[in-house]
């Protein structure tokens, strides 16, 4: 998304700008010189309060971030939620000032009006002027984020203002909760699932099709709205422990991996909250153990790698089985394309003894001894063919595919001249694709629609399904790999 | 025509624009029920408009709507929606069934899940359009003439009286035109009232009853065979050239005799 590039400058510039106050459990844990797994140890074993608030608050926030950032990836709202994210610092300098300490709920009031009122804004600018969605929240964003780190700078000079721990808004540090905060995540949490149960159906049309659920008589913008002061009440509880500057990913990396892992909207939400915790936890424990790591960004790594994983490892539409499943595909090709070159030469010997030699069939294919035994062994090890003494012989396996791929090839060859009207020089390019992507039950049409012929447009005989399955029966049952035609899905679709 | 009853939908002097640049204005319509209309104008005629002003999708400059003698808001559950197949984004993460089972929410109420009788209601429904086996497809796994019938199983699942559908005939093969027209049909024989954006001139001769010829205000209303005359589609379409061909050619392609409709 080249739309997402400027602001991920922006992101840098102010992340490389602010004193890196980013603080970690670690600070606030008992300070004992302990390794790495007496640190874990005491993660796991929950003695510590700091640990169990910490622990508590990344699975809360997890779980509500991962849930409404499901439903702002599939609304393509992801900006709106960067926006809301650096829209409410001010609201938490506002809270802070407001309440005269760091009192968790005057700072959760102010935070989510400052987010309502900068979306707010954002509408206001797209309704009334020429500018679009995307400029409008780069202003908001920015300007608000401004205005919020020079408050938050002024708080700080006030006379206990550095006790006030208000820093660490910026970068967030899971171990500065306390009791107060989680019971605020818990009810925000718990107000954030209930909606979500209750009003699945509203948020899924309205997500899809808006127009259409406003003719229904659903209240779209109240649905609308009730999102957003959610998704603002989620970054607020957020806030202390992941930071203003990577909540957002708190929102949308969970999410964004688990849209890449299902096609329904019910299994992404659940996907994304457990990626939610997955993160939070994984962030607040290797805060805790490695010395000096702030808990935010250790979140937003360890949401990353899932999405990582999830881009490179999917199932379906992962970087890795897609590669995998081309590399088969053009593994099948390529011994369907030898097998169809030695069917070839035995038809160009009219039929004669089988057999085909090393050398002929490198010659034929126009590669060196060493090639052509690379791809002999390969059909060899399909059980295609047979090898002894320099000769080449089809198994009756190999003979049927290599049949069926020249039937295939001829017979859409003279299914584009007849049918389609196209030259017959014009044919041989587009059958040489089609061939190996040929189910049965489309051969079986072909050859109806062409009356049964015998022979394609340039005279060759087209082989005999007839033949060519009783071959089939003469003894040999298919090769278990190497993809025939039984495995093959026709394409199906509507008609033309 | 009598009219004597309620009309399905009745539109009086209504106005719609865009940043205070009329679309439309001073449209007056009334649609008897039963009827099959088709709406056809120039690009940027308005008859989206029209049609999602109907339904309040847009603020309205001025005049007023009503559905079957009431305010849209008073009548729940009796306007159905065809929207234009490129309005939503069909890699989002439902199956073809959801996609139907949406028709079914105006009626459930806030809060209420679809059951058991819902989801037959739309597997029905996406029977009557040839799709059922697809059901559980996700919906971008589908042919373009697909995902338009999946749109109207959908508003088949409303169960309204009165459809807006706009453009179901765009960009569709030629199954799906004659499955979506059989639809339509049906619908007509069921007493439902239909409204039609149409594109093309020579289909929309034959499948409507009833023509709205629309260019920012109603050109003409009436029965197909009085409607579609050379002189009023010139009108409507403002004498461009290039299609007084297609409009004689439509007029050629269908002479007198079949006129009933």
């Given at each position: 998304m080249s739309r997402r590039r400027p602001l991920l400058w922006l992101l840098g510039l102010l992340a490389l700008a602010a004193p890196l106050a980013a603080a970690s459990v670690n600070d606030l844990a008992t300070g004992g010189g302990d390794g790495f797994w007496a640190q874990a140890a005491r993660f796991v074993s929950l003695t510590d309060p700091s640990v169990r608030y910490a622990l508590a608050g990344a699975l809360l926030l997890g779980l509500s971030c991962g849930l409404l950032g499901g439903f702002i990836v599939v609304r393509k709202m992801a900006l709106v939620g960067?926006?809301?994210?650096?829209?409410?610092?001010?609201?938490?300098?506002?809270?802070?000032l407001w309440a005269g300490t760091k009192d968790p709920v005057a700072i959760f009031i102010g935070a989510t009006i400052a987010g309502l009122i900068g979306t707010a804004t954002v509408t206001a600018i797209t309704s009334t002027t020429r500018l679009k969605e995307d400029t409008a929240l780069?202003?908001?964003?920015?300007?608000?984020?401004?205005?919020?780190?020079?408050?938050?700078?002024?708080?700080?000079?006030?006379?206990?203002?550095?006790?006030?721990?208000?820093?660490?808004?910026?970068?967030?540090?899971?171990?500065?909760?306390?009791?107060?905060?989680?019971?605020?995540?818990?009810?925000?949490?718990?107000?954030?699932?209930?909606?979500?149960?209750?009003?699945?159906?509203?948020?899924?049309?309205?997500?899809?099709?808006?127009?259409?659920?406003?003719?229904?008589?659903?209240?779209?913008?109240?649905?609308?709205?009730?999102?957003?002061?959610?998704?603002?009440?989620?970054?607020?509880?957020?806030?202390?422990?992941?930071?203003?500057?990577?909540?957002?990913?708190?929102?949308?990396?969970?999410?964004?991996?688990?849209?890449?892992?299902?096609?329904?909207?019910?299994?992404?939400?659940?996907?994304?909250?457990?990626?939610?915790?997955?993160?939070?936890?994984?962030?607040?424990?290797?805060?805790?153990?490695?010395?000096?790591?702030?808990?935010?960004?250790?979140?937003?790594?360890?949401?990353?790698?899932?999405?990582a994983g999830a881009f490179l490892f999917g199932p379906k539409h992962g970087v890795v089985a897609r590669w995998w499943r081309q590399r088969c595909e053009r593994g099948r090709t390529r011994r369907e394309n030898a097998l169809k070159a030695m069917f070839h030469m035995w038809e160009a010997d009219n039929f004669g003894p089988e057999g085909v030699a090393l050398a002929d069939f490198a010659q034929r294919r126009r590669c060196t001894l060493e090639e052509i035994g690379r791809v002999v062994r390969e059909l060899a090890r399909h059980d295609f063919v047979t090898v002894d003494r320099e000769m080449v012989y089809f198994t009756p396996a190999g003979r049927l595919r290599a049949g069926e791929i020249v039937r295939n090839h001829r017979l859409w060859e003279l299914y584009l001249t007849e049918s389609a009207n196209i030259a017959p020089d014009h044919v041989h390019d587009d059958a040489e694709r089609i061939e190996h992507v040929l189910g049965e039950a489309t051969v079986r049409a072909l050859e109806r629609r062409l009356n049964y012929a015998k022979t394609d447009p340039h005279g060759k005989i087209i082989p005999s399904p007839r033949e060519l399955h009783r071959a089939e029966a003469d003894g040999l049952e298919r090769p278990a790999s190497g993809g025939g035609g039984p495995g093959r899905a026709d394409k199906e679709g509507d008609a033309s | 025509m009598t009219d004597d009853a309620t009309p399905a939908l009745e539109i009086h002097d209504l106005t719609v624009s865009y940043h205070r640049k009329p679309v439309l204005w001073g449209i007056d319509l009334a649609v008897a029920p039963g009827q099959l209309v088709g709406i056809i104008g120039p690009n940027g005629a308005g008859k989206s408009t029209l049609i999602k002003a109907c339904m309040g999708l847009l603020p309205v400059a001025g005049g007023w709507t009503r559905v079957f003698g009431k305010p849209l808001r008073d009548t729940p559950g009796r306007v159905g929606y065809v929207p234009q197949r490129e309005s939503v984004d069909w890699d989002f993460p439902v199956s073809v069934l959801d996609v139907v089972l949406m028709g079914r929410y105006g009626r459930l109420g806030i809060g209420r899940r679809p059951g058991k009788a819902d989801r037959e209601a739309a597997r029905a429904c996406l029977d009557k359009v040839q799709l059922l086996p697809f059901a559980n497809r996700q919906i971008s796994n589908l042919s373009g003439g697909q995902q338009q019938r999946?749109?109207?199983?959908?508003?088949?699942?409303?169960?309204?009286?009165?459809?807006?559908?706009?453009?179901?005939?765009?960009?569709?093969?030629?199954?799906?035109?004659?499955?979506?027209?059989?639809?339509?049909?049906?619908?007509?024989?069921?007493?439902?009232?239909?409204?039609?954006?149409?594109?093309?001139?020579?289909?929309?001769?034959?499948?409507?009853?009833?023509?709205?010829?629309?260019?920012?205000?109603?050109?003409?209303?009436?029965?197909?065979?009085?409607?579609?005359?050379?002189?009023?589609?010139?009108?409507?379409?403002?004498?461009?050239?290039?299609?007084?061909?297609?409009?004689?050619?439509?007029?050629?392609?269908?002479?007198?005799?079949?006129?009933?409709?």
């Open positions: 960067d926006a809301l994210s650096h829209a409410v610092l001010p609201g938490v300098a506002a809270g802070f780069g202003l908001v964003l920015t300007s608000y984020f401004a205005l919020g780190v020079c408050l938050l700078t002024m708080i700080q000079r006030l006379p206990n203002g550095n006790q006030s721990g208000i820093g660490t808004f910026l970068f967030g540090q899971a171990a500065a909760l306390g009791a107060d905060d989680i019971q605020l995540m818990g009810v925000v949490t718990l107000v954030a699932v209930g909606v979500i149960v209750a009003g699945y159906k509203e948020l899924l049309v309205t997500s899809f099709d808006p127009g259409f659920a406003r003719s229904a008589g659903l209240p779209t913008a109240l649905i609308h709205h009730t999102l957003m002061f959610l998704l603002a009440a989620a970054v607020v509880i957020a806030l202390q422990a992941v930071g203003v500057v990577l909540v957002s990913a708190m929102l949308i990396t969970p999410a964004a991996a688990a849209y890449l892992l299902t096609d329904r909207l019910h299994r992404l939400l659940m996907l994304a909250a457990g990626f939610g915790v997955l993160s939070g936890v994984v962030g607040a424990f290797g805060s805790f153990v490695g010395r000096g790591l702030p808990t935010g960004p250790l979140m937003v790594l360890a949401a990353s790698a899932v999405f | 999946v749109f109207l199983a959908r508003a088949l699942a409303q169960e309204a009286d009165l459809y807006f559908m706009d453009e179901p005939f765009a960009g569709v093969d030629a199954a799906t035109e004659a499955a979506i027209i059989a639809v339509l049909r049906e619908l007509r024989s069921a007493g439902k009232t239909i409204l039609v954006v149409h594109h093309d001139l020579p289909t929309a001769r034959q499948y409507f009853d009833r023509l709205l010829l629309l260019n920012m205000n109603v050109v003409a209303f009436g029965p197909t065979e009085e409607v579609f005359t050379a002189e009023l589609l010139q009108k409507t379409y403002g004498g461009r050239l290039t299609l007084l061909s297609e409009v004689a050619q439509a007029l050629g392609a269908g002479t007198e005799g079949g006129g009933k409709a």
